[in-house]
């Protein structure tokens, strides 16, 4: 067991430390006791980062990493970490997976699951008003909506630290540093000697550790292994930035990597009173969002490069996630803070509500838009003929909200659930053809004759109002939806 987890702490460094090496001859050159050729048989397994806002200035980055080494032989690797200004409160620990996530993902992945299903159904419920307002004709047009849904010759360490598997130690990068010296203590290539001095005034962590693959007693071949993991921990200081205080999380890394990285999740918390902005890396596919009834799309994209990005907000302030498959990412993803603003409190309280607040604002502005199309243009639509003054009988339009609604209830719900099931395209067909049918031949059939007008008038009048105000509504709602984040 010993042996497995050394393997997860050269993850660990080796991850975070792509971000600092930026030239990708020092990364493969990084330990002076082995070629480079052994980075063809190391992999990252899995990254897990989840960075915390205490405030607008500190940050505590807690990483989880994984590696696989499918060499026959041990290796000892050194590498450095950038911990950033004044880091403190370091510590790494060896630990499963499970464990990590149940403590610190579990909750977030479950407040993301909680907003990502209440804007769906938010959406849902909003374009729901679309028929109220008598727009199941105009169902082709919004069902895609629906449907997409890191002096002295001898350089002393200001701490260090030893777990079963490793040596870390921790240096400080001053103008009193001499920085030869330090690589040259620290075990490292020479080649990192300029990336480190571009580092004054931060931190770095040195590990030492040794890799131990797995080898098959039976027939002595090299199995590909990865090991329970390593868990760091430390609490980082934004750097002062004219519009907030910035963090880069070292993503970049992965550069340094020959084949692709499985799996990488990296978490943006921040409590009530605190927000941000993230730049993070495009890589593959955007595959954000949720399956109708399922988990995150990017789950049926774990063997192809592909990245999903969701948000939440609400009382507990935001999570922000980025996740990336079969990717090896070269840019760090920059993290800027700053005091939550009114607006922002504003959608984070709608976001808390979105599912009640769209259901008031599909009834009261889908009825609204209706009678007043009735109003304003069914009189011009049908001209002097008509012997009814039907801006005074507006409460005519009433009778189909009535329909619309029960029509909602059944056979909508019935359709829903055709269209949960993954039949999106013909239950939209089949709301377009009840919703618009039922209302058309109930205008043929009573009003357009009450009206006096012909019935191929009437119900050309009638198709066109309709048209404007479930049109009008779609791009109303659309842009609550746009205001509340829901799309």
Same mark, same amino acid.
């Given at each position: 067991?010993?042996?497995?987890? #050394?393997?997860?702490?050269?993850?660990?460094?080796?991850?975070?430390?792509?971000? !600092? $090496?930026?030239?990708?001859?020092?990364?493969?050159? =990084?330990?002076?006791?082995?070629?480079?050729?052994?980075?063809?048989?190391?992999?990252?397994?899995?990254?897990?980062?989840?960075?915390?806002?205490?405030?607008?200035?500190?940050?505590?980055?807690?990483?989880?990493?994984?590696?696989?080494?499918?060499?026959?032989?041990?290796?000892?690797?050194?590498?450095?970490? %950038?911990?950033?200004?004044?880091?403190?409160?370091?510590?790494?620990?060896?630990?499963?997976?499970?464990?990590? &996530?149940?403590?610190?993902?579990?909750?977030?992945?479950?407040?993301?699951?909680?907003?990502?299903?209440?804007?769906?159904?938010?959406?849902?419920?909003?374009?729901?008003?679309?028929?109220?307002?008598?727009?199941?004709?105009?169902?082709?047009?919004?069902? %895609?909506?629906?449907?997409?849904?890191?002096?002295?010759?001898?350089?002393?360490?200001?701490?260090?630290?030893?777990?079963?598997?490793?040596?870390?130690?921790?240096?400080?990068?001053?103008?009193?540093?001499?920085? &030869?010296?330090?690589?040259?203590?620290?075990?490292?290539?020479?080649?990192?000697?300029?990336?480190?001095?571009?580092?004054?005034?931060?931190?770095?962590?040195?590990? *030492?550790?040794?890799?131990?693959?797995?080898?098959?007693?039976?027939?002595?071949?090299?199995?590909?292994?990865?090991? %329970?993991?390593?868990?760091?921990?430390?609490?980082?200081?934004?750097? %002062?930035?004219?519009?907030?205080? #910035?963090?880069?999380?070292?993503?970049?890394?992965?550069?340094?990597?020959?084949?692709?990285?499985?799996?990488?999740?990296?978490?943006?918390?921040?409590?009530?009173?605190?927000?941000?902005?993230?730049?993070?890396?495009?890589?593959?596919?955007?595959?954000?969002?949720?399956?109708?009834?399922?988990?995150? *799309?990017?789950?049926?994209?774990?063997?192809?490069?592909?990245?999903?990005? &969701?948000?939440?907000?609400?009382?507990?302030?935001?999570?922000?996630?980025?996740?990336?498959?079969?990717?090896?990412?070269? *840019?760090?993803?920059?993290?800027?803070?700053?005091?939550?603003?009114?607006?922002?409190?504003?959608?984070?309280?709608?976001?808390?509500?979105?599912?009640?607040?769209? $259901? $008031?604002?599909?009834?009261?502005?889908?009825?609204?838009?209706?009678? !007043?199309?009735?109003?304003?243009? =069914?009189?011009? +639509?049908?001209?002097?003929?008509?012997?009814?003054?039907?801006?005074?009988?507006?409460?005519?339009?009433?009778?189909?909200?009535?329909?619309?609604?029960?029509?909602?209830? /059944?056979?909508?719900?019935? +359709?829903? $659930?055709?269209?949960?099931?993954?039949?999106?395209?013909?239950?939209?067909?089949?709301?377009?053809?009840? /919703?618009?049918?039922?209302?058309?031949?109930?205008?043929?059939?009573?009003?357009?004759?009450? !009206?006096?007008?012909?019935? @191929? *008038?009437? !119900?050309?009048? /009638?198709?066109?109002?309709? +048209?404007?105000?479930? /049109?009008?509504?779609?791009?109303?709602?659309? @842009?609550?939806?746009?205001?509340?984040?829901?799309?």
């Amino acid at each position: 067991m010993r042996y497995l987890k #050394t393997i997860c702490y050269s993850f660990l460094t080796l991850l975070v430390l792509s971000g !600092l $090496l930026m030239n990708p001859k020092a990364v493969n050159t =990084m330990s002076p006791a082995v070629g480079s050729w052994l980075w063809g048989y190391l992999e990252e397994g899995q990254q897990i980062a989840v960075v915390t806002l205490q405030d607008t200035e500190t940050a505590r980055v807690d990483v989880y990493l994984s590696i696989r080494d499918k060499t026959r032989e041990s290796h000892e690797i050194n590498f450095f970490v %950038p911990l950033g200004v004044e880091a403190r409160g370091f510590y790494a620990v060896e630990e499963d997976v499970t464990k990590f &996530e149940g403590e610190y993902v579990a909750s977030l992945d479950s407040f993301i699951e909680r907003r990502i299903s209440n804007r769906r159904m938010a959406l849902h419920t909003l374009f729901s008003g679309a028929l109220l307002s008598n727009g199941g004709i105009l169902a082709p047009l919004w069902a %895609p909506a629906l449907l997409t849904s890191c002096a002295p010759a001898t350089v002393e360490p200001s701490a260090t630290f030893k777990t079963e598997s490793s040596d870390i130690l921790i240096f400080d990068i001053n103008e009193n540093v001499d920085i &030869e010296s330090l690589v040259k203590e620290a075990g490292l290539p020479a080649s990192v000697n300029e990336t480190i001095a571009g580092l004054k005034g931060q931190q770095i962590a040195v590990v *030492k550790l040794q890799t131990n693959p797995q080898v098959s007693p039976s027939s002595g071949k090299s199995k590909s292994y990865e090991n %329970p993991g390593i868990h760091l921990s430390w609490t980082a200081t934004l750097v %002062p930035d004219k519009d907030g205080n #910035t963090y880069s999380y070292q993503l970049g890394t992965g550069a340094s990597w020959s084949k692709p990285i499985e799996l990488t999740k990296v978490y943006v918390v921040a409590p009530p009173g605190i927000d941000f902005n993230v730049q993070n890396p495009v890589f593959g596919s955007d595959q954000s969002g949720y399956e109708l009834f399922g988990g995150p *799309k990017i789950d049926n994209f774990r063997r192809v490069p592909a990245y999903a990005v &969701e948000d939440a907000r609400g009382d507990f302030g935001r999570v922000w996630r980025v996740t990336y498959t079969q990717s090896n990412p070269s *840019k760090d993803i920059v993290i800027k803070a700053f005091q939550q603003a009114t607006t922002s409190k504003f959608r984070n309280s709608l976001e808390q509500g979105a599912t009640s607040g769209a $259901l $008031l604002f599909a009834i009261l502005i889908s009825i609204l838009f209706w009678i !007043l199309s009735w109003i304003f243009l =069914m009189p011009r +639509l049908l001209g002097k003929e008509s012997r009814v003054n039907v801006r005074g009988h507006w409460y005519y339009s009433l009778v189909y909200v009535l329909i619309n609604a029960g029509l909602i209830f /059944f056979p909508g719900s019935v +359709l829903y $659930l055709v269209f949960a099931l993954g039949l999106g395209a013909p239950a939209l067909a089949l709301v377009c053809v009840i /919703f618009g049918g039922v209302s058309i031949l109930v205008f043929t059939f009573i009003h357009a004759e009450k !009206l006096g007008v012909s019935k @191929t *008038k009437g !119900l050309r009048a /009638f198709i066109i109002t309709s +048209l404007a105000s479930s /049109f009008a509504y779609i791009i109303v709602s659309l @842009t609550y939806a746009k205001l509340v984040g829901m799309i």
